[in-house]
């Protein structure tokens, strides 16, 4: 989670980047991309409340049980249904009209009841894999949110506990850290905080 400072510089940075670009075009679309547990959701909330803008979150898309492949699982960035989030998501808001998708709940393995996205000239993409390469193109800023790894890991903890800090270092860390890498994707961000 951000401080409150942090919290403040960084979303004033993106709204002045948003405010330009809506002088351009009538509608932008906001990555918000990051390590876990480096505030992408917290600052995603706060742009959400300040812009009045539509919030989408990459976890909704994650691969349902019977996606997860070895092929697709070795694949860095492979573990989000991009596929998905493409057809449900990405086109209509390429078309600017309201839609609904069904977010993927990993708890209980299923999709949920649908959540609707009204036409917006401002909507953020919000989480892990928002930045990967199929999904790159549709977006008017890409911002990459960093943590160092002692914060990262307290962080962790506090929200996930022991168990679920085991979880995120053996499992999802590793795959974040291959997907940041194979593709560049803090290197390439207009915008890293």
């Not at 709204?15 to 876990?36: F, N, S």
Request: charged share 30%; net charge negative.
């Amino acid at each position: 989670m951000l401080e409150n400072n942090d919290l403040n510089a960084a979303g004033k940075r993106i709204l002045e980047a948003a405010q330009q670009l809506l002088q351009e075009k009538d509608h932008i679309l906001i990555a918000l991309e990051g390590r876990c547990a480096s505030g992408k959701t917290t600052l995603a909330s706060y742009l959400k409340e300040t812009l009045s803008c539509e919030l989408i979150h990459m976890d909704d898309f994650f691969l349902r049980p019977e996606q997860r492949t070895k092929e697709r699982l070795a694949t860095p960035g492979g573990n989000v249904d991009y596929e998905r989030f493409i057809k449900e998501v990405m086109e209509p808001l390429q078309s600017h009209i309201d839609f609904s998708y069904r977010p993927y709940d990993c708890h209980t393995g299923s999709l949920k009841e649908p959540v609707r996205i009204a036409e917006n000239p401002v909507t953020i993409i919000e989480g892990a894999y928002s930045c990967h390469p199929q999904l790159w193109e549709y977006y008017d800023l890409h911002v990459f949110l960093d943590v160092e790894k002692p914060i990262q890991r307290e962080r962790i903890l506090a929200r996930n506990g022991s168990r679920g800090m085991e979880n995120f270092i053996l499992k999802w860390i590793p795959l974040e850290e291959a997907y940041f890498e194979t593709y560049n994707i803090k290197e390439k961000c207009e915008m890293c905080l």
